[in-house]
């Protein structure tokens, strides 16, 4: 599985306003951001300035961002609307000899008798050794006459903008999918019941319900992964196999819309996730697991291949090498064991309350 450059930047840009990044500069193939306290606090791994900051209550300074979504074409793109090299630049501007002031580029009469204080005694010639550079030299520094000229060393700091590619598989990417799927990980939103429920007289009843995003893993030396999303209704009890599809049709808000109301729940949310848990042990029940029975015969036939391979090994007269060759023998056993035996896991990715107009 794989993620095209359109869809990695979907995901960042939608992190990115989740957390309420200032979007400096965006287009197809990257963005410039200056990141939020709350983004730059998961981001950027700086736990002693947050701590300075939370101490002296000084005003954030965070970083500066340019992600780029697909670096070949981004590239390509700034070489074409890059301006020609200096040289370039200079050889296209430097006026011909036959302009130069006097004839056949030679200085003129007037020119020749101006005095060396005259802007043009200096013209077209270099400059005198008491004439001060027009930059000046890092040699003529006071510290570089006793230290040597020191290499300019790379700014960093909340003015820098860095560029990070972010493309599939990249740190940074996997940064941000941990980072929301913390944040991300309890929820509680509100439908939005649009601009007509706040002119009308009565107030809409909204329905709470819990969902939660189960994964399912069944492993042993191959692997596969499920997910789960149910939710149930807290006030009648009803469980929505797929809750998922429910909210998908629905505009969400994490705040509180006008002129709506609550209905009181009938469960709590432990009752509620007790009912879930049961209702999806039941389902998991009525799958087919003739793959655990075919990794156990695969787990009895490797350990068999253990057990004649150490046989030999083990009558090793000598007691401290029979010892080792022992340990090593448990420690292969166990090995395969994790490796072969099948297994089913579950843990709730995502979890949280979600009010519904009631139907």
Known sequence: MTLSPQQVRKHVMDYLEATECSILEVSPLHVTVKLSPRADRMLTDRPYYWGFVERTGVDPETLSFTFVFDPEKYDSLAAQAAPPPRAQRGAASRPAAGLLPGAGGNLGAAEMEAGADSPAAGFGQPP?????PAEADPQDG????????VPVLPRIGPGMIRREDIVYGSKRLKQIWAAARDEGKCLQLFEDPGSRQRMTLFSAAYEPWLGVCYKVEMTCDLKREELH???ISLTSGVIAADFGTKLNSRELTPRLPENIHIQPSELTIAAGADRLEAYLTSQLA???YSWAEEARERLRLELSIVDIYYEELLKEQDEEKRLAIQEQ????????SW???????????TYGLFHLRST
Do not use: C, H, M, W
């Not at 490796?339 to 579950?346: L, R, T």
């Open 128 to 132: 005198s050794a008491g004439a001060a």
């Open 142 to 149: 006071i510290l570089a006459r006793y230290f040597g000229v």
């Open 229 to 231: 999303f149910i939710g």
């Open 286 to 288: 009525k799958l087919d």
């Open 329 to 336: 023998y448990n420690r292969r056993r166990k090995e395969t």
């Open 339 to 349: 490796q072969y035996e099948p297994q089913v896991a579950v843990s709730a990715v």
